[in-house]
């Protein structure tokens, strides 16, 4: 607890610990809308950051979908990418050297549609030196399941997280990103955490589909995509407050919509002890930065010596400051 | 080449209109002395608590290092949609955040040969600075503008100050020859013995430029307008299907590496598909 009283945002301290691992600072990219993080290295230097989270690496090289893949919606857009990616040998070759090289920290998030292919690209990634942290994104449909997203299955959600575990080395967390598109979150996350997730990423975008009236068709080469963006940041901060009222112990990363420093406080006072910055790197390349050095002067004015100190704040009932 | 696109807070110094088109001048500091015509700007709509969290991309016209107020940049654009229409309002003094310069810039022939420089509605934009650079290098340059109807034409009356000859086509007729802009390119190819073709505009007429190009055995570059939610490279929303140096087809950013591209590298009837032999297809689900 804090002793309220004057704190200069230069005087707080913002390292954070993510599942046993520490960061200079609790603010990260979100997978999938920083690539590999060399494109933003053109606006801030990304060692800067807590941790460069990279976009969803599958095993094998994959196209994606076809285009349209946006389609803007109220401060937010959808997206139907289809997680095009170099697979994991173009990575290891080539994206993460350059991360290590900046001396950034990559957390690798790794998207499979089968559980031999998490399991496989657990095995190739702890064999490599520098990951600081592996990200699982089990928003991905279950080709040996019906196609069932294994997110939304706390079964199948477990299998994959005790599978990619089983073979990272012991140093490394293992971070479960959950979707929002379940009845019970909660569920889902005691799940993963009882099959050896180290901590929870929250949330990943929610299904969206979108009518051009002009033509009167779906927008999106895909039809359905993923909402993200501003218009979701509530669902994800109810997401992160559910689970951490559930598990106050366990680490949890909050995602969805961030685009202030505010916004990062916030999701911090529900529970995240770090957070991501997401869709609204592609309004403001320079957001993640940006809000650092707002999160800073948020905390500061609250009379936050450490950020550690916010989280959870908004569960504590009328505690008074 | 260049040396990477900056951030920076514009400020309108002119917003005119031009026929059917607005035409933005900004000052940019930072912008104008790293561009090459073909580059764009990506720009910021609204505020900074904007619901449009999309940027504009628009590519360059007129870039100035160095003026009364400072380096400016400035762009043609057509209302679309929210965005275009915010744009559409600014005043002069009003902030716009820009990102540029970005994407690679049209090539440059190493001879001095003869070219033909072809823009349909707004694309013909980049096409006046690329003629300056291209006569520079002494090369002869001649213009097709061509759009579905008079006030869709840009810069019509500059091109003819800026060209050796322009030829101009409307949809309707209402203006220069009836018609699309590929039927007068065998002639004037022929004519002035023109071995590169640049072009900028809609798909459909990219795709037109290149089955000419293609016809004729000249080179083409053509310079996309393809729908971009960052500009810099990090979102994968704005792939075509092009077959790279190594032979290989990809899905590839429009933003990083084009916006311009060979047109015979381009495959233009695929454009929305993901063609059989693309690296990594087929492609499942997931998001
Ligand atoms: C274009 C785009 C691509 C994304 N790709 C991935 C991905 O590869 N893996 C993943 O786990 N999440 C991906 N996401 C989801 C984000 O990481 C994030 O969870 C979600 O967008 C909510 O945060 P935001 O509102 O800040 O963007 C993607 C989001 C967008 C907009
Ligand atoms: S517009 Fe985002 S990658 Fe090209």
């Known amino acids: 607890m804090s002793v309220p009283g004057p704190v200069l945002p230069s005087e707080v301290d913002l390292t954070t610990s993510l599942a046993g691992v520490s960061l200079p600072n609790p603010v990260l990219t979100a997978s999938g809308c920083a690539a590999a993080g060399r494109e933003l290295d053109q606006f801030f230097d990304v060692a800067d950051l807590g941790a460069v989270v990279t976009k969803s690496i599958m095993l094998d090289p994959r196209s994606g979908r076809p285009t349209p893949r946006m389609a803007e919606t109220p401060s937010g857009m959808l997206n139907s990418i289809g997680l095009q990616g170099p697979g994991i040998d173009g990575f290891l070759a080539s994206d993460l050297p350059w991360l290590l090289r900046r001396r950034a920290r990559p957390v690798v998030s790794i998207a499979g549609s089968t559980l031999g292919e998490y399991a496989e690209l657990a095995r190739r990634l702890g064999n490599t030196p520098g990951v600081t942290a592996v990200e699982v994104n089990i928003s991905c449909p279950n080709l040996e399941n019906r196609g069932l997203v294994f997110a939304c299955d706390r079964h199948q959600a477990a299998r994959v997280i005790s599978a990619v575990r089983r073979d990272t080395p012991r140093g490394v967390p293992v971070l479960a990103k959950l979707s929002p598109d379940v009845t019970n979150i909660v569920d889902i996350a005691e799940s993963v955490v009882d099959a050896g997730a180290d901590g929870l990423v929250m949330i990943n975008t929610l299904l969206g589909i979108s009518i051009d009236p002009e033509t009167m068709r779906p927008v999106l080469g895909g039809v359905t995509g993923g909402l993200s963006g501003p218009a979701i940041r509530p669902v994800a901060v109810r997401c992160v407050w559910q689970v951490h009222q559930a598990m106050p112990d366990v680490p949890i990363v909050g995602v969805g919509g961030i685009r202030t420093g505010a916004d990062a406080l916030e999701f911090m006072l529900a529970g995240a002890s770090a957070v991501q910055v997401g869709t609204v790197i592609f309004n403001d390349p320079s957001a993640p930065t940006r809000v650092l050095e707002e999160l800073r002067v948020e905390l500061a004015a609250r009379s936050f010596k450490a950020a550690r100190e916010a989280v959870g704040f908004a569960h504590r009932g009328d505690v008074p400051r | 080449m260049t040396s990477g696109p900056v951030q920076v807070t514009g400020r309108v110094l002119s917003l005119k209109r031009a026929g059917a088109y607005h035409h933005l001048t900004l000052v940019a500091e930072g912008v104008a002395e790293r561009t090459h015509p073909g580059q764009f700007v990506a720009l910021a709509v609204g505020d900074r608590n904007s619901p449009m969290l999309l940027r504009r991309a628009f590519s360059i016209y007129r870039a100035?290092?160095?003026?009364?107020?400072?380096?400016?940049?400035?762009?043609?654009?057509?209302?679309?949609?929210?965005?275009?229409?915010?744009?559409?309002?600014?005043?002069?003094?009003?902030?716009?955040?820009?990102?540029?310069?970005?994407?690679?810039?049209?090539?440059?022939?190493?001879?001095?040969?003869?070219?033909?420089?072809?823009?349909?509605?707004?694309?013909?934009?980049?096409?006046?600075?690329?003629?300056?650079?291209?006569?520079?290098?002494?090369?002869?340059?001649?213009?097709?503008?061509?759009?579905?109807?008079?006030?869709?034409?840009?810069?019509?009356?500059?091109?003819?100050?800026?060209?050796?000859?322009?030829?101009?086509?409307?949809?309707?007729?209402?203006?220069?020859?009836?018609?699309?802009?590929?039927?007068?390119?065998?002639?004037?190819?022929?004519?002035?013995?023109?071995?590169?073709?640049?072009?900028?505009?809609?798909?459909?007429?990219?795709?037109?430029?290149?089955?000419?190009?293609?016809?004729?055995?000249?080179?083409?570059?053509?310079?996309?307008?393809?729908?971009?939610?960052?500009?810099?490279?990090?979102?994968?929303?704005?792939?075509?299907?092009?077959?790279?140096?190594?032979?290989?087809?990809?899905?590839?950013?429009?933003?990083?590496?084009?916006?311009?591209?060979?047109?015979?590298?381009?495959?233009?009837?695929?454009?929305?598909?993901?063609?059989?032999?693309?690296?990594?297809?087929?492609?499942?689900?997931?998001?």
């Open chain 2, 64 to 287: 100035r290092p160095s003026g009364a107020y400072g380096g400016s940049v400035e762009v043609v654009f057509a209302v679309h949609g929210a965005g275009t229409a915010w744009l559409s309002q600014l005043r002069q003094h009003d902030e716009v955040d820009v990102v540029g310069p970005l994407g690679h810039p049209f090539a440059l022939p190493k001879q001095p040969v003869s070219c033909v420089l072809v823009g349909g509605g707004y694309g013909s934009a980049p096409l006046f600075g690329l003629a300056d650079r291209l006569k520079e290098r002494g090369c002869a340059v001649h213009m097709v503008l061509g759009a579905a109807t008079g006030d869709r034409l840009f810069g019509a009356l500059e091109a003819k100050r800026s060209a050796r000859s322009v030829t101009v086509t409307t949809d309707d007729g209402s203006v220069g020859i009836e018609g699309l802009v590929t039927d007068p390119l065998p002639d004037l190819l022929g004519r002035t013995g023109s071995e590169v073709i640049y072009a900028c505009g809609p798909m459909a007429m990219l795709r037109a430029v290149s089955a000419v190009s293609a016809e004729y055995g000249v080179w083409s570059q053509c310079a996309v307008e393809e729908s971009m939610a960052c500009g810099i490279g990090v979102c994968m929303t704005c792939v075509l299907p092009v077959v790279g140096d190594d032979g290989i087809l990809r899905l590839t950013r429009s933003c990083v590496e084009g916006p311009v591209f060979g047109g015979d590298r381009v495959l233009w009837d695929a454009v929305g598909t993901v063609p059989e032999g693309t690296w990594g297809a087929p492609a499942g689900a997931g998001h």
